[in-house]
């Protein structure tokens, strides 16, 4: 059994998998390492992976390094993958970001793939069917956009997400639900609509803690993966073992 541990920007996610196949999973916040320690109990680890693209806290650190097996800490541009990184600045490439095109490529090599992760941030990554990550975008998340129209305006609401978002607004809120939501959609659909001319046979994840509904009309080519992340950690990790095996 191994571990990853995956530190986003909004929570931590642990999953536990039995070689390539996720069997366990559990979500913490940033202030809750005990949680670490109580998901190890449930299972009999013999290694793990962790990334973070946010600092810790030096109990969460002392956590995780005292846990009572070997772990490795994923690294841009320093921690052996198994993609080639084209990345100009691979020390600064969000080691989420690079888990995740690792876990899409390793599902599916020899194609090119476009993946999408929604949550804080949005997002949008290709790696080619070489195996070479190609580079990516960064756009603000939904709760961003909400928070930025509240703040950097003198009349303008929090609304959060949840709730009616027509194509046209009928209220304040839902002119601003809308039009970040309905932006999104658009936003997604319209990357992947130009990923797809350039790359006839594409394929694309979804990911990240927030569902957006596409009406693209080639949903065949996307596929929905909430353990993306998380399996490509676990795919970083069997490549460095093989590695130290040899």
């Given at each position: 059994?191994?571990?990853?541990?995956d530190?986003?920007?909004?929570?931590?996610?642990?999953?536990?998998?039995?070689?390539?196949?996720?069997?366990?999973?559990?979500?913490?916040?940033?202030?809750?390492p005990?949680?670490?320690?109580?998901?190890?109990?449930?299972h009999?680890?013999?290694?793990?992976i962790?990334?973070?693209?946010?600092?810790?806290?030096?109990?969460?650190?002392?956590?995780?390094?005292?846990?009572?097996?070997?772990?490795?800490?994923?690294v841009?541009?320093?921690?052996?993958?198994?993609?080639?990184?084209?990345?100009?600045?691979?020390?600064?490439?969000?080691?989420?970001?690079?888990?995740?095109?690792?876990?899409?490529?390793?599902?599916?090599?020899?194609?090119?793939?476009?993946?999408?992760?929604?949550?804080?941030?949005?997002?949008?990554?290709?790696?080619?069917s070489?195996?070479?990550?190609?580079?990516?975008?960064?756009?603000?998340?939904?709760?961003?956009?909400?928070?930025?129209?509240?703040?950097?305006?003198?009349?303008?609401?929090?609304?959060?997400?949840?709730?009616?978002?027509?194509?046209?607004?009928?209220?304040?809120?839902?002119?601003?639900?809308?039009?970040?939501?309905?932006?999104?959609?658009?936003?997604?659909?319209?990357?992947?609509?130009?990923?797809?001319?350039?790359?006839?046979?594409?394929?694309?994840?979804?990911?990240?803690?927030?569902?957006?509904?596409?009406?693209?009309?080639?949903?065949?080519?996307?596929?929905?993966?909430?353990?993306?992340?998380?399996?490509?950690?676990?795919?970083?990790?069997?490549?460095?073992?093989?590695?130290?095996?040899?």
């Amino acid at each position: 059994m191994k571990l990853t541990i995956d530190i986003g920007n909004t929570c931590v996610k642990l999953v536990a998998f039995d070689g390539d196949t996720p069997v366990d999973s559990c979500r913490a916040e940033h202030d809750e390492p005990y949680k670490i320690v109580e998901f190890c109990g449930r299972h009999s680890f013999t290694g793990g992976i962790w990334s973070t693209v946010t600092k810790l806290s030096d109990e969460f650190t002392s956590v995780i390094e005292s846990l009572p097996f070997p772990t490795i800490q994923l690294v841009s541009g320093t921690t052996p993958v198994p993609v080639c990184i084209g990345y100009e600045t691979p020390a600064t490439l969000g080691s989420d970001r690079l888990a995740a095109v690792v876990g899409a490529w390793t599902q599916h090599p020899s194609h090119d793939i476009l993946v999408i992760d929604v949550g804080t941030c949005i997002t949008f990554d290709m790696i080619s069917s070489e195996g070479t990550y190609m580079g990516g975008n960064i756009s603000p998340g939904p709760k961003m956009r909400f928070r930025a129209l509240n703040t950097f305006t003198s009349a303008l609401p929090m609304v959060e997400r949840q709730g009616p978002s027509p194509c046209l607004g009928t209220t304040t809120e839902t002119a601003i639900r809308s039009g970040v939501i309905n932006g999104i959609r658009l936003e997604i659909e319209g990357y992947i609509k130009e990923f797809m001319s350039k790359y006839p046979h594409l394929l694309v994840y979804l990911t990240g803690g927030i569902h957006i509904d596409l009406h693209n009309s080639e949903k065949m080519c996307i596929f929905a993966d909430e353990y993306l992340v998380p399996k490509g950690l676990n795919s970083i990790l069997q490549f460095n073992e093989a590695s130290f095996e040899k």
